[in-house]
C-alpha cells in the first residue's frame, strides 16, 4: 500500500509540476551557469547507495558530488539557491527517487556515508526503511543550517548533537511508522512550511 501510493503521488505530482521544474531550471541556470539538479551519492535501504536529486542551490562542487559536506558553511550557496532552501523548493526533485524506488515520501532521511558510518548499529535499524522525502526530523530541524550557522564549530555540532536528535526521531519512525503515521507527517511538512 505504502509503494502504490508513493508511485501514485510521486508520478502525479512530477505531471503537474513539471512546468514549475522547467521554470526553476531556467532560473538556476541563467543565474548561475551549470546543471538545474544537483546529484548526490547517499545511503538507502539496507545499505545501498543511491543518487539523491535536488534542484542546485550551491555552486558547483565536484566534491560534493561524493558525499563531501562543509555544515554551516553557507558561502557556496547561490541567491536563488537561498530561496529554494528557505522554501524547500530544493527537494522537489526528490519525487524521482521516490518514484523509482529508492526513496518514499515519508520515512528518515537519507544521510552520505561519512555521517551512517559514524553510528553503523543504529543506522543497521534505519536503514530497513526505505529513506524518505520528509519525517520528523525534517520537521524538527527546518531550521537545521540556521543552527549550523551560529555554531563556533558547525561540524561538532551535527556530529554531537543534531544528528544523535535525528536518530532518535529516525528510529522512532522505524517502530511506529504506519499509513496513518505518513499521512499525518505529510499534513503535517505541509502546514509547516507556510508558518
Known amino acids: 500500500m505504502k509503494r502504490a501510493f508513493d508511485t501514485i503521488i510521486a508520478l502525479l505530482g512530477l505531471i503537474v509540476l513539471f512546468p514549475f521544474f522547467l521554470i526553476i531550471g531556467l532560473f538556476i541556470k541563467l543565474h548561475d551557469n551549470g546543471p538545474a539538479l544537483f546529484q548526490q551519492k547517499r545511503v538507502g535501504k539496507n545499505g545501498k547507495i543511491f543518487v539523491l536529486y ?100 558547525p561540524e561538532k555540532t551535527y556530529r554531537d548533537i543534531i544528528l544523535p536528535e535525528k536518530l532518535e526521531l529516525y528510529e522512532w519512525y522505524v517502530r511506529n511508522h504506519s499509513f496513518i503515521v505518513d499521512i499525518k507527517l505529510i499534513v503535517k511538512t505541509f502546514f509547516r512550511l507556510f508558518q
Open 54 to 153: 535536488k534542484f542546485r542551490s550551491m555552486s558547483v562542487s565536484e566534491s560534493a558530488k561524493e558525499g563531501a559536506f562543509d555544515p554551516g558553511n553557507s558561502t557556496r550557496v547561490t541567491y536563488i539557491g537561498r530561496f529554494l532552501r528557505r522554501t524547500k523548493i530544493d527537494e522537489l526533485p526528490q519525487l524521482l527517487n521516490v518514484l523509482i524506488g529508492d526513496m518514499s515520501l515519508v520515512g528518515p532521511r537519507p544521510e552520505v556515508e561519512k555521517w551512517v558510518s559514524l553510528y553503523p548499529e543504529r543506522w543497521e535499524r534505519i536503514l530497513t526503511v526505505k529513506p524518505g522525502i520528509t519525517d520528523n526530523a525534517s520537521i524538527t530541524f527546518r531550521n537545521e543550517e540556521s543552527l549550523l550557522a551560529a555554531s563556533k564549530d
